[in-house]
């Protein structure tokens, strides 16, 4: 496979778990919810081997019954957005980012955070200046955004080729294949090695390896 940076002229990145290290946030906060319904606890591990899109099917999963719940469940997106600012971006992500708008690509984020919240979010870590668009949903749901970047695909003037994206999770692949987009995957946030290996795309265990390889002819 041949992933060459020149041959892009963007990078779509997801922001959860890709550039963000918000694993240990989630954990806490479902953990939270969990303890005060008397369910028992995940751990990372756990969680990483677990989690999916639409995130509504990672609560099944865990012995939630939405037919008694609310969903998004309130006091998760209480813990989670009153901490949020205690997460780091991962190692190198500054340097990436920095290096590859040297090499003349540009470079938005897409998400199925809420649109509101993730402009936030992304302002704080002072990064945004680093985006031409960064996109989210319209809603706490997290249930996909794959009608997000289908919609702003549609509004410029990309050829398919010329883009590729790059997530910690089976949904950004997902997304990529259906936006027709190369894609590369992080073992560094929500989803487990195993499971990405599994997809059949390159997964790395950092972002800078990430860079050194589409840097690179292979």
Known sequence: IK????TYKHI????NGTLLDDVWLCVESINIVLSSRGMPKVSAND?????CFPVIDYYKKLGFNFKNEKFPIPEFLENYNGKFHECELHNDTKFVLKNIMANG????????GNQDSLIKWVKHYKIDHMFSDIIGIDNDRADSKLDSGIKWLQSKNFINKDILLIGDTIHDLEVASALGVDCILVDIGHVSSKRLIE????VFNSLDS?????DKEY
Do not use: E
């Not at 997809?199 to 390159?202: F, L």
């Open 105 to 112: 690509l540009t470079q938005s984020i897409l998400s199925a």
């Open 210 to 214: 990430v860079y050194k390889f589409i």
């Open 47 to 51: 969680y990483r081997s677990l989690f």
């Open 12 to 15: 779509i990145w997801d922001w």
């Open 3 to 6: 992933y060459l940076i020149m």
């Open 199 to 202: 997809t059949g795309v390159p």
